[in-house]
Structure formats: structure tokens, C-alpha cells
């Protein structure tokens, strides 16, 4: 079964739902296994963690990390169905196409003794339980690599950025009154909408960086009122907010506090991630795509949070790198069935050089790695690219 067969079979399952991802965490592990790769199974909060080590116990280390758990969508988006180039299904592009490569490249690693693979497959990115992740708590455990891969939407680029996370929940107050005369109350949910718009125009929205144009805001849900014929007189609404590098996820909650008649009650924030373009790890990625697109791999900043986070946090240079498709989150999703053999290819490239010994990073190039060395100003090899995780 290759990368395209792969694929397929993770559509069929629903993954939005544990019996889904139950089911095919099982199927992962048996695939693996059946090609005579070692697996460890893990449980976090009641969901099946996959992990799985190829090659010599010392050596340059890789993380191929990628996520089974998709957001929901009807069931017939679960049937792949493949048009010329394209597989379409809930989850090709995000992400289950790039985990079937990597399976696939992982196999194909077994059968060298100079780098170290680790796959990792979680079942909780695309997860609403932010405060408690697989990927987190393993990072906070001790996992530790040379260098990291999550396998999000990316195009065949390399996403050496993304956008911070600031998720909040606010209260918005009104006055009750009756249905029949709402200009004797103060109704909350139009007070709610009004503040939302608000929070739309702060100065922080307005302000761009290298490879963003702006921060993105979406009002992702509203609760408000608890009877037909009354005037609201409490909502409560999430707002979503991707910030930029460079910007300040309390200043950004500071201009939201200032609105009036509103109460931020709850927030989670996940800091923008940041890698440098001139990490040997990431050069040594870009020149693998490049031999597998016949091009040059353009470095790009994503709109969508990133699970590279907890391995910068811990000091491992980490990127995004997927293959080619669109509309993840959308009733189209699709993934290039050729771009799954070019991504499998650049994978094994990496692993190749790797073993061949260079780059060599020391410790502190990884801790630095999470830093900026450039000037924030734009490079010609730089673009926005949308799209990213739910986080």
C-alpha cells in the first residue's frame, strides 16, 4: 500500500469521534508493525497516542509529527473519491495525506542505521481541550529531537512561521425587559455584535508584519438569551484571534479589556511560532524539497496556529511541511495524490542528509533557532500562506 492507499483508507475513518480515532490509531500501529517497525502506544486523556523509532540509538534525531483527528463533517466526506490529481475527503489535506507519507517514510528509514526517525501521530491538534495536549505533555515528558517536522498544510513550502493564538471568551451585560418593548432594555447580544466589530478595528488589528499582512480575528461562537419574548440581558461570545510575531498577546487582551461593558472571562494563549530561515535544519529541508520539485522550496508564514510550538519552547527547531492541496475545514478537501510522492521523497532526502553528517547543529544553534536572526523586513523567498491548525 503506498502513500495514495494510505491515504484513503485514514479517510474512511471518522476521526472527529474517539471510535474513529481509536480505530484508526489501530490501524496505524498495525501497518507499522506488519513492516517489522517497533510501536509504542500511549494513552492521554482516553485517545491513542502512535509513537514509533526507526534507526540507531545515537545520531541526528527527526520528529515526523502528524495529527489523526480531523473536525467533523458529513458522512459522506468520509468516501474518498479521487478526480485526476486530486483526493478529496475529510482530512486529506489536513491531515492525512502528509501521515500517510510520513508512514510511508518512516518504512522506508527502517531500512538505514544512520539517522534517528521518531513518528509521532496524536489524536488531539485539531482538539477544543487546548489547556491539555498529547504533544505537549510529551515535550514536557522529555521528548527531544534534532530537528522537527509537523506535517500541516504547507504546499510543499517550508513554514518557518505562524501566528500566535489568543482565544477568548467574553461576558457582555445588558438589561431585560419585555420582547414586545425592547427600547426599555439593553439587549445583549446586539451589544455583544457591536463589540466584536470593535475588537475588529483596535489598533492591533491594523498592524502587519514581514510575512502577514494582519492578524485574523473570527467571532467562532455566541451564546445570548433565554427566552423569545424577553430582551437578552447577558451573551457571551469566543473570539478568535491569530496575532503576529512581534506583537503582544497581553497588550492585544489590554485593548479588549478597554471596551465597555465587557468582562473577559476565560483566555488561552499559544505564542507565534518562529524559526530561523538560516537554521542548517531548515536548509538542509529546503535543499531535499528542492531536489524532489525540481525547484526551490519557498520559506512561508502560516495563519493557523502550529504544533511546533512545545518543540521550540524546548529548544528543537521545528517547522510546518505538508503537501499540496486546499480547502481543509471546508465540504471540498483535497490533497495531490502526486504531491504525497514528492513529499515522501523530500522526507527521505532529509533523512539521507542527515545521515550523511551535515548539517551538525549544537545545542545552542537549536535554542536559537526559535529566535529571529533577520531584520523585519520582507525577503524575495518569503510569502504568507493561509490556512493551519484549529489549536
Not at 9 to 32: C, M, N, Q
Not at 92 to 101: E, S
Not at 192 to 201: K, P, Q, V, Y
Not at 213 to 220: E, G, V
Request: proline share 6%.
Amino acid at each position: 500500500m503506498d502513500e495514495r492507499g494510505l491515504t484513503e483508507r485514514l479517510i474512511t475513518y471518522d476521526t472527529s469521534a474517539p471510535e474513529g480515532l481509536h480505530g484508526a490509531a489501530s490501524f496505524v500501529k498495525g501497518w507499522l508493525e506488519a513492516r517489522d517497525v517497533a510501536v509504542t502506544d500511549h494513552d492521554h486523556h482516553g485517545l491513542p497516542v502512535v509513537m514509533a523509532t526507526v534507526g540507531p540509538a545515537q545520531g541526528p534525531t527527526l520528529i515526523l509529527h502528524g495529527h489523526l483527528d480531523v473536525v467533523p463533517a458529513h458522512a459522506d466526506q468520509f468516501a474518498p473519491r479521487l478526480e485526476g490529481d486530486r483526493l478529496f475527503g475529510r482530512g486529506a489535506y489536513d491531515m492525512k495525506g502528509a501521515l500517510a507519507a510520513m508512514m510511508c517514510a518512516v518504512k522506508d528509514a527502517a531500512e538505514q542505521d544512520r539517522t534517528r526517525v521518531v513518528f509521532l501521530c496524536v489524536p488531539d491538534e485539531e482538539s477544543e481541550d487546548v489547556d491539555s495536549r498529547s504533544t505537549d505533555a510529551l515535550v514536557a515528558q522529555g521528548l527531544r529531537a534534532d530537528f522537527a517536522i509537523t506535517g500541516e498544510p504547507t504546499d510543499l513550502h517550508i513554514g518557518i512561521q505562524a501566528k500566535g493564538v489568543l482565544a477568548v471568551t467574553v461576558a457582555v451585560s445588558g438589561r431585560a425587559a419585555h420582547g414586545s418593548t425592547p427600547w426599555l432594555g439593553d439587549n445583549a447580544i446586539l451589544k455583544a455584535h457591536d463589540a466584536f466589530r470593535r475588537i475588529e478595528t483596535l489598533p492591533f488589528s491594523r498592524q502587519s508584519s514581514d510575512l502577514f499582512d494582519r492578524p485574523s480575528i473570527n467571532l467562532a461562537r455566541i451564546h445570548g438569551g433565554d427566552a423569545f419574548n424577553k430582551v437578552p440581558d447577558a451573551c457571551t461570545m469566543d473570539v478568535d484571534v491569530r496575532y503576529l510575531p512581534g506583537q503582544d498577546a497581553d497588550e492585544i487582551l489590554t485593548q479588549i479589556r478597554a471596551i465597555p461593558d465587557l468582562e473577559v472571562v476565560r483566555c488561552f494563549t499559544r505564542v507565534p511560532a518562529i524559526v530561523s530561515r538560516t537554521n542548517p535544519y531548515v536548509l538542509a529541508l529546503r535543499e531535499a524539497v528542492g531536489h524532489s520539485i525540481e525547484g526551490d522550496a519557498l520559506s512561508v508564514g502560516r495563519d493557523g496556529a502550529s504544533d511546533a510550538i512545545p518543540f521550540l519552547e524546548a529548544g528543537v527547531p521545528a517547522v510546518e511541511f505538508g503537501p499540496v492541496g486546499a480547502g481543509h475545514h471546508g465540504p471540498e478537501e483535497w490533497v495531490s495524490v502526486s504531491s504525497l510522492g514528492r513529499y515522501r521523497q523530500a522526507l527521505g532526502e532529509l533523512i539521507g542528509a542527515l545521515g550523511a553528517g551535515e548539517p551538525v547543529a549544537t545545542s545552542t544553534d537549536a535554542v536559537a533557532a526559535a529566535v529571529p536572526e533577520e531584520p523585519a523586513t520582507a525577503a524575495p523567498d518569503l510569502r504568507a500562506l493561509e490556512g493551519g491548525a484549529n489549536a
